[in-house]
């Protein structure tokens, strides 16, 4: 069967938002008193634990990670209000992406059985 397209768009939403999380991470610098080293390490953090979240769908635990990545994002929130916003669209996309994709691979099943079966009734009509 093909790859799922759960594990697809999912592993593509985080790895857009690992690209936002590390910029968000550089603009916490000019507008918070945190410092470049935490500034830059919270950037750095969030985007590879995306990029690690990406890694690990379809494996045990990898879509968790993705969504403890939408808490997080949220959650920096409490330190730059504007990521409340952000990581409120990111966890809207994701949310989107995982129940969407699921749905998505569920129906692809269902019309393989059903071609399959069309199949055997039929015979090889082409």
Known sequence: MSRSTQRSICAGMLTL???????????????????????????LGLALLCLLGAG????????????AVQVLSVGLGFVVTIMFFLGAVFAG??????????????????????????????????
């Open 17 to 43: 938002q690992a690209v936002v999380m590390f910029l968000a991470g550089l603009v916490l610098t000019g507008v918070t008193d945190l410092g470049f080293a935490a500034s830059f390490g919270i950037g």
């Open 56 to 67: 690990l769908l379809g494996r045990p635990g990898g879509y968790a990670v993705g969504w």
């Open 93 to 126: 996309l994701w949310a989107a992406a995982y129940f969407l994709g699921a749905r998505i691979d569920q129906e692809k099943a269902q019309r393989a059985v059903q071609e399959e079966r069309w199949q055997a009734e039929h015979g090889d009509a082409g």
